[in-house]
């Protein structure tokens, strides 16, 4: 069975490390339970949470964006909006045709599970 590859959208900055990790935390948990769903989550936040500063902010940016173009729906954190990347994220999946399910609205997971149903038929 081919699994879908979810990205994870939502804040990584911050004005300290305290708040980047609370981000990374969020993402992390919201990264899980895409996987108890059975599918495959792709969270950039974990992924390159050490390489801060390594090379330049917009490597990274256009990185973490052609991650998001080779999965198959992107799941947002219920921040997402306070984000410049995650909301040029959003906007590229949208342009991209792929789905966008948001973390937060309240028959997300009912929805995000049928979607899932849906591909393995």
Same mark, same amino acid.
Request: hydrophobic fraction near 40%.
């Given at each position: 069975?081919?699994?879908?590859?979810?990205?994870? +959208? *939502?804040?990584?900055?911050?004005?300290?490390?305290?708040?980047? &990790? =609370?981000?990374?935390?969020?993402?992390?948990? !919201? +990264? @899980? %339970?895409? /996987? @108890?769903?059975?599918?495959?989550?792709?969270?950039?936040?974990? @992924? #390159?949470? #050490?390489?801060? *500063?390594?090379?330049?902010?917009?490597?990274?940016?256009?990185?973490? @964006? $052609?991650?998001? %173009?080779?999965?198959? /729906?992107?799941? !947002?954190?219920?921040?997402?909006?306070?984000?410049? *990347? =995650?909301?040029?994220?959003? %906007? &590229? =999946? %949208? $342009?991209? *045709? !792929?789905?966008? #399910?948001?973390?937060?609205?309240?028959?997300?997971?009912?929805? #995000?599970?049928?979607?899932? +149903?849906?591909?393995?038929?």
């Amino acid at each position: 069975m081919t699994r879908p590859v979810v990205y994870i +959208a *939502g804040p990584f900055r911050g004005p300290d490390s305290w708040i980047v &990790e =609370a981000h990374i935390r969020k993402a992390e948990e !919201l +990264a @899980m %339970r895409v /996987a @108890m769903c059975c599918a495959v989550p792709l969270c950039p936040h974990t @992924m #390159f949470r #050490f390489f801060n *500063g390594t090379l330049s902010d917009t490597f990274w940016l256009d990185a973490t @964006m $052609e991650l998001l %173009r080779r999965c198959d /729906a992107v799941m !947002l954190t219920d921040d997402w909006y306070q984000s410049t *990347g =995650a909301k040029a994220e959003e %906007r &590229e =999946a %949208r $342009e991209k *045709g !792929l789905p966008v #399910f948001h973390s937060y609205e309240p028959d997300v997971w009912d929805v #995000f599970s049928q979607w899932i +149903a849906s591909r393995s038929t």
